[in-house]
């Protein structure tokens, strides 16, 4: 834990983006293949990967009082060590304790103590835990173990630096990390897999959202059609973009920022349930059929503004379902029974 906090401080200390992913290859290099997969998930600035469901669930005021608990604290000196630093953890190294010298634990001892925390129910639980594990840490370990806790690590390091890291690190395309982090939704796991050479075994994990390919702004449209052999030309819908995951007898729905909005359209989940084949569709969720004056137009597209009736909504009731109707509209499948189909040219997967 010392080393990945040293580490997290020289990451911090720079805002180069070469000399950030030179510190983060050169660490996993000198760590086992367990720490170094740990310490690219808490790079990151999680607790656990991507794919999972999993959250810590502890806020910053149990924090904030286990810190209290063992530097003893008044609540105005933690006050104004927070003012001047504006990081509970940053604060926590101001005031820490002389006397814990830390460097006993390691990653692998936070991500179970991490575990321990998260299954621990109610506040005092939580407390008990939170304390537990900031006691065995140096300042500069409690700094970045409560950074990880309260999700603000604040070094600079995106996933997609953390990518090129192992890429680094490992002797290993970049592409092939990207593809396999893509694919599992694990960077921790995808560092292993780059460590022992087997980056083309990634396999799909369904349920997981795949990272979205974003359009990019051109000048012109012989601009656009120059970057294509054979380019293909379609309308835009102006819905919201979402991805949807279906088979098992599961559907999950996910938005561009990889949030699960299934709850928000509870009507589109009965199209995809009746899915048997494992199946992973690219495309927009829009208004359909009535417009603001309440006029019938089946089997058109509404404005946006209709749609933003429904945008973040966690219960919806009968009544919005019906006064603002949405549709599914695909556009392009990645993922068709066991097979990851995004290498293959879009006219081809158009044909599922």
């Not at 890291?165 to 694990?186: C, F, H, S, W």
């Not at 359909?288 to 509404?302: R, V, Y």
């Amino acid at each position: 834990m010392l080393r990945f906090a040293q580490l997290c401080e020289a990451v911090a200390a720079t805002t180069k983006k070469l000399e950030k992913r030179r510190l983060v290859a050169e660490y996993f290099c000198a760590q086992p293949e367990q720490t170094a997969s740990q310490a690219a998930i808490f790079i990151c600035g999680d607790v656990y990967p991507a794919f999972s469901e999993r959250t810590l669930n502890v806020g910053g005021s149990i924090v904030w009082r286990a810190v209290q608990q063992i530097t003893g604290a008044s609540e105005r000196e933690m006050s104004a060590a927070y003012r001047r630093t504006g990081d509970l953890g940053a604060a926590a190294h101001l005031i820490w304790p002389v006397e814990f010298t830390g460097s006993v634990l390691t990653l692998p001892d936070l991500a179970k103590l991490l575990d321990d925390i998260a299954v621990a129910h109610g506040p005092a639980a939580k407390l008990g835990r939170v304390t537990t594990l900031l006691r065995q840490c140096s300042a500069v370990e409690a700094k970045y173990a409560i950074k990880i806790m309260v999700g603000d690590l604040r070094v600079g390091m995106r996933e997609s630096l953390v990518e090129e890291a192992i890429a680094t690190a490992y002797a290993k395309p970049e592409a092939a990390v990207r593809r396999a982090n893509m694919l599992l939704g694990d960077i921790g796991e995808t560092l292993r897999l780059a460590a022992e050479d087997r980056l083309t075994e990634a396999q799909m994990r369904l349920f997981h959202p795949i990272g979205f390919m974003l359009a990019a702004e051109v000048k012109s449209s012989e601009e656009g059609l120059s970057y294509f052999d054979d380019a293909q030309v379609e309308d835009k819908y102006d819905g919201i973009r979402a991805q949807v995951h279906c088979g098992e007898g599961k559907v999950r729905i996910f938005s561009r920022t990889q949030d699960d909005i299934a709850e928000s359209f509870p009507e589109l989940i009965p199209v995809f349930a009746g899915v048997r084949t494992p199946l992973v569709l690219d495309g927009e969720i829009l208004a359909w059929g009535t417009d603001a004056s309440g006029a019938a137009s089946a089997g058109s597209a509404l404005p946006f503004s209709a749609l933003q009736k429904r945008l973040g909504r966690k219960r919806v009731t009968e009544k919005m379902m019906r006064e603002v109707p949405v549709v599914y509209v695909a556009f392009d499948v990645l993922y068709a029974g066991d097979e990851v189909v995004i290498d293959r040219p879009l006219r081809e997967r158009s044909r599922f």
